[in-house]
């Protein structure tokens, strides 16, 4: 079945660094663009940072530009994303996307549940 799971969450100070990772498994990693997104408390479901399946160009939310950077290892099906620089904003849950298309073109989209950042001092 198809799996989707966080690791590396946790409580930081301002200014520290935490690396997230999500592992996959039930699906053809290499042919899904991976995103992270995250919801703080009270507040939508945001989007953080996606790399494509190729490994091509990265985006990345104004917010978190020069701090955060998402990277994959498509051997070990995992993607990561390396924060530093960390922020109390940058509280939230951080959630694992995974994205194709399937033959009637149609989107096909699986989630991880969540991991929890805190930053605080």
């Known amino acids: 079945q198809v799996q989707l799971v966080e690791f590396g969450g946790g409580l930081v100070q301002p200014g520290g660094s935490l690396r997230l990772s999500c592992a996959a498994s039930g699906f053809t990693f290499s042919n899904y663009a991976m995103s992270w997104y995250r919801q703080a408390p009270g507040k939508g479901r945001e989007l953080v940072a996606t790399?494509?399946?190729?490994?091509?160009?990265?985006t990345y939310a104004d917010s978190v530009k020069g701090r955060f950077t998402i990277s994959r290892d498509n051997a070990k099906n995992t993607v990561y994303l390396q924060m530093n620089s960390l922020k109390v904003e940058d509280t939230a849950v951080y959630y694992c996307n995974a994205q194709a298309w399937d033959v009637f073109r149609r989107p096909v989209d699986y989630w991880g549940k969540g991991t929890l950042v805190t930053v605080s001092s």
């Open positions: 790399i494509p399946s190729t490994g091509g160009s990265t």
